[in-house]
């Protein structure tokens, strides 16, 4: 095959000359992902109820939820989400991770296929306890 026919062979199979003299196929190799929209800061969302009747700060539940088709042993899912608790405080979405400023739940949930596995992270103020 001569360097002419190679280049038909290309062209056929949907390879198109690029600008830098390379060939590459002419369709994405992969569905083209949507340009991210970022959401809304929900920071300012729990401003309102981030104090009591007293004006001292609410405590938080903080609430995990793991969805897997394989469930890991409960240390090793609470250990697995020390980082994310760091980085919520960080990003100022809660004010500390201490037991006193929040309330830590984890759970987990089994689900049937891989595309249903995700991790579920819910901050809701701690509801107000009757005495």
């Known amino acids: 095959m001569n360097a002419v026919q190679t280049l038909l062979a290309l062209h056929q ?7 830098d003299g390379s060939y590459a196929k002419a369709e994405a190799l992969a569905p083209r992902v949507p340009d991210p929209v970022p959401q809304q800061h929900v920071g300012a969302a729990l ?4 104090r009591d009747e007293a004006g001292r700060p609410a405590r938080l539940v903080v609430r995990f939820t793991r969805y897997a088709c394989r469930l890991t ?3 090793n899912g609470v250990g697995g989400i020390k980082y994310v ?3 919520l405080r960080y990003e100022g979405l809660i004010p500390n ?3 006193g400023s929040i309330d830590l739940q984890f759970r ?3 689900v049937n296929s891989r595309a249903e596995e995700g991790t579920l992270i819910e901050i809701e103020p701690q509801p107000a306890t009757s005495s």
């Open 85 to 87: 608790c760091d980085c």
């Open 13 to 19: 199979k949907g390879y198109e000359l690029q600008p």
């Open 73 to 75: 042993d409960f240390d």
């Open 97 to 99: 991770d201490d037991p």
């Open 47 to 50: 401003d309102d109820a981030s």
């Open 108 to 110: 987990q949930v089994r």
